[in-house]
């Protein structure tokens, strides 16, 4: 009786240690992190997309919250919302901060001297906690032609983006750069300054990147199997998550406009999975953005 009862004891242990804790990725930043322009961010936004590529093992919360600024002093400071504080809350294992626009209006860039400064409190701010998590920073993406809501593409991309990667370099923090990775992407941002669908899905692609380990820029084998007369399902190593699914009407000619699919990806533990229903679209590839 006593050795059953210590057998149990030990299933019990042994169950508990598999079943490891997910590892939290918090999400910051305006309303880029959000979902601004998306019919459903909690499906179309890159947290939500970064989630479905990393799986159950991790846990991704997305504390976006449209028109702030890292900027104490700006004019709708990140550092007064409850997102702020609940992210702290989270206790995260991993914190990735993209902040940053909003500072580009003219009312918030006055202030610019303090930029620096107050994002280094606000990366102390979670680097003491008791996770001691992975500090990420990325640049905002690029802001195309003249810009909107006041935000100044030329001040994100010759004053904004080099600060964020002064201080990414320094040592025990990680740098995404969206600006350089996202340059030229105008199609990707139908209002200038918000991804759409479409954009999201390479902003996840590059983000995993960077919080799994730099993958192969080999392109991956895509395997395509029709499931119904206008559906089909393309898949893909799981190790090719940074790469995105791209599809055309034709290979060459007027026809030939390779866009990014916006539907979802699914891990399904060893291969990502992505269903289409092709319409007229023929052709499918992997880009790495």
Same mark, same amino acid.
């Given at each position: 009786?006593?050795?059953?009862?210590? /057998?149990?004891?030990? /299933?019990?242990?042994?169950?508990?240690?598999?079943?490891?804790?997910?590892? @939290?990725?918090?999400?910051?930043?305006?309303?880029?992190?959000?979902?601004?322009?998306?019919?459903?961010?909690?499906?179309?936004?890159?947290?939500?997309? /970064?989630?479905?590529?990393?799986? %159950? &093992?991790?846990?991704?919360?997305?504390?976006?919250?449209?028109?702030?600024?890292?900027?104490?002093?700006?004019?709708?400071?990140?550092? @007064?919302? +409850?997102?702020?504080?609940?992210?702290? #809350?989270? @206790?995260?294992?991993?914190?990735?901060?993209?902040?940053?626009?909003?500072?580009?209006?003219?009312?918030?860039?006055? $202030? +610019?001297?303090?930029?620096?400064?107050?994002?280094?409190?606000?990366? &102390? +701010?979670?680097?003491?906690? =008791?996770?001691? *998590?992975?500090?990420?920073?990325?640049? %905002?993406?690029?802001?195309? @032609?003249?810009?909107?809501?006041?935000?100044?593409?030329?001040?994100?991309?010759? =004053?904004?983006?080099?600060?964020?990667?002064?201080?990414? &370099?320094?040592?025990?923090?990680?740098?995404?750069?969206? $600006?350089?990775?996202? #340059?030229?992407?105008?199609?990707?941002?139908?209002?200038?300054? $918000? *991804?759409?669908?479409?954009?999201?899905?390479?902003?996840?692609?590059?983000?995993?990147?960077?919080?799994?380990? %730099?993958?192969?820029?080999?392109?991956?084998?895509?395997?395509?199997?029709?499931?119904?007369?206008?559906?089909?399902?393309?898949?893909?190593?799981?190790?090719?998550?940074?790469?995105?699914?791209?599809?055309?009407?034709?290979?060459?000619?007027?026809? &030939?406009?390779?866009?990014?699919?916006?539907? *979802?990806?699914?891990?399904?533990?060893?291969?990502?999975?992505?269903?289409?229903?092709?319409?007229?679209?023929?052709?499918?590839?992997?880009?790495? *953005?």
């Amino acid at each position: 009786m006593f050795r059953s009862l210590l /057998l149990v004891v030990f /299933l019990c242990l042994v169950i508990t240690v598999s079943r490891a804790a997910p590892i @939290k990725v918090a999400c910051i930043g305006d309303s880029i992190t959000e979902g601004a322009g998306l019919s459903s961010p909690g499906v179309e936004g890159y947290p939500a997309k /970064l989630q479905r590529l990393l799986g %159950p &093992a991790y846990q991704v919360s997305n504390f976006g919250v449209s028109g702030r600024t890292l900027l104490k002093k700006g004019d709708y400071p990140y550092w @007064k919302e +409850s997102a702020y504080s609940r992210s702290l #809350a989270f @206790k995260p294992d991993i914190v990735f901060i993209l902040l940053g626009t909003n500072d580009s209006k003219p009312q918030n860039w006055r $202030h +610019s001297t303090n930029f620096m400064a107050d994002f280094e409190e606000l990366i &102390a +701010s979670y680097a003491s906690l =008791e996770t001691r *998590p992975r500090m990420v920073l990325g640049t %905002p993406p690029p802001v195309f @032609k003249n810009g909107a809501f006041d935000i100044r593409p030329a001040v994100v991309a010759d =004053e904004i983006a080099p600060l964020v990667r002064q201080l990414a &370099a320094e040592p025990g923090r990680e740098l995404v750069d969206f $600006h350089t990775r996202l #340059a030229g992407r105008t199609e990707w941002f139908p209002d200038t300054v $918000h *991804p759409d669908s479409r954009g999201t899905s390479p902003m996840a692609a590059i983000l995993w990147e960077t919080i799994v380990g %730099p993958a192969s820029e080999e392109e991956p084998e895509l395997r395509l199997d029709p499931v119904a007369s206008n559906r089909a399902a393309l898949e893909w190593p799981r190790t090719g998550a940074g790469f995105v699914v791209t599809m055309s009407p034709a290979l060459s000619g007027p026809q &030939a406009k390779w866009v990014v699919s916006p539907t *979802p990806i699914y891990n399904n533990g060893d291969v990502l999975r992505q269903t289409n229903s092709p319409s007229n679209v023929r052709y499918y590839r992997l880009l790495r *953005p």
